[in-house]
């Protein structure tokens, strides 16, 4: 098989996906993290995620990545939107396509691999340091979450998980009280 070579006139950026996964128990919202192996940020936390491959799209690459690194796969994940700041990340110029997903933390047991060296549920109000531009992320993120919510109440979607009205109503009073 030949290898193919790109030879491009001007530089091009890289582009990852980054997965802000919210975890509910009944109870507390939490977000899934890694803790990075690598530089740069080796030993912060940030959401899951990577670069994504040549034959593959954007969606396909926060899934893989998610799975990759923590060994869940959802049922849904939603685009929030795409950040391109010049200096988001220091190893050159990468823009981030972020997705969120909302999963019953009991339905998922995340184990750490790839370059995650530990994977783990935090409440959403007990954050660690956040790695790259996650905080920014993670407030469109809930952001995003309060919207669907919303329409869930209102009837204008259906659910895209298995949480009972009751646990709906504590889970947006809990998304309420996590910004």
């Not at 997965?19 to 030993?43: E, H, Y």
């Not at 396909?60 to 990340?89: H, N, W």
């Not at 298995?162 to 998304?175: G, I, K, N």
Request: hydrophobic share 40%; aromatic share 12%.
């Amino acid at each position: 098989m030949i290898e193919k070579q790109y030879c491009y006139k001007y530089p091009r950026p890289a582009l990852t996906a980054d997965c802000v996964v919210f975890g509910f128990d009944g109870a507390d919202l939490s977000l899934l993290l890694i803790q990075r192996k690598n530089d740069p940020f080796k030993g912060y936390w940030a959401f899951p995620g990577g670069f994504m491959e040549m034959e593959e799209t954007i969606e396909e690459c926060a899934f893989r990545e998610l799975r990759e690194e923590t060994g869940i796969l959802p049922s849904f994940m939603d685009q929030i939107r795409t950040f391109s700041a010049v200096d988001r990340d220091p190893r050159g110029r990468v823009v981030t396509v972020a997705f969120y997903s909302l999963v019953k933390i009991q339905d998922f047991s995340p184990e750490a691999a790839d370059d995650a060296a530990v994977v783990s549920w935090f409440r959403i109000d007990e954050l660690p340091p956040l790695a790259f531009d996650h905080n920014k992320i993670l407030q469109f993120a809930l952001s995003k979450l309060k919207e669907r919510l919303k329409q869930i109440a209102n009837d204008q979607i259906q659910p895209a998980t298995s949480f009972s009205v009751p646990e709906l109503q504590r889970l947006y009073e809990a998304v309420g009280n996590g910004q």
